[in-house]
């Protein structure tokens, strides 16, 4: 096998088995509304699922770094390191936000988004990829990924009072390393600078939407 079918095989596998997990986020988000609490427990019940397979798309910085795919490292960085901070250092460590509608809503978009993105990802790759998908994948970050990007936002501060009160994720003053830094002061911080750089984001994606669409039209 060549190395360019090497590298196209295991991109479909690492494609096929995100698109698996988000899958199975979905469902278990789906499931939680007809359970007692509804969406107080959709964290509760797919967070499993999202943890695992949010840590395992870090690979996708390391793809576009080595060339193993197409874009932008910095891009794949920010879009990565803007999730993990809030469902690690946020969301899994404060389980006061778990009944929070934002989290619910938080946890759908993102599942909804992958369980198109990764697909299209995967048939592409097989040169299998349907007009629909495409339009698909290519439309619908254009109402979820504000609403993701407000739901984050809110979780961040309502994070605040919880950071402060347990000093999570902070380093305190003194130390051996003579290093300190405050995590609370950070989000603050995060919170202004946030909608700048998801405005960077969502115009990166619109201007690919343009590329794509107009590609489906020539075909």
Request: charged share 10%; hydrophobic share 50%.
């Amino acid at each position: 096998m060549s190395g360019s079918n090497l590298a196209r095989s295991y991109l479909v596998l690492y494609n096929s088995w995100q698109s698996l997990g988000w899958g199975m986020a979905l469902c278990q988000c789906v499931l939680s509304v007809w359970l007692p609490d509804g969406y107080q427990k959709v964290y509760e019940h797919s967070g499993t699922f999202v943890r695992c397979f949010q840590l395992l798309s870090a690979l996708e910085i390391v793809h576009a770094a080595t060339g193993l795919v197409r874009g932008s490292p910095l891009t794949a960085l920010m879009q990565w390191s803007g999730r993990s901070n809030v469902l690690f250092a946020i969301l899994h460590r404060i389980p006061q936000l778990w009944s929070n509608p934002a989290t619910a809503i938080l946890i759908y978009v993102w599942s909804l988004s992958e369980v198109v993105r990764y697909p299209w990802y995967a048939a592409s790759l097989l040169h299998r990829c349907p007009p629909w998908l495409t339009w698909l994948r290519y439309t619908l970050f254009i109402p979820l990924y504000p609403v993701g990007m407000l739901a984050e936002m809110v979780l961040m501060a309502k994070s605040l009072p919880y950071l402060e009160s347990q000093n999570l994720n902070s380093i305190a003053l003194p130390n051996a390393a003579n290093f300190g830094f405050d995590y609370r002061l950070f989000i603050q911080g995060l919170l202004f600078v946030y909608p700048i750089l998801w405005l960077f984001l969502y115009r990166t994606l619109l201007r690919q939407r343009q590329k794509k669409l107009q590609l489906i039209k020539q075909d």
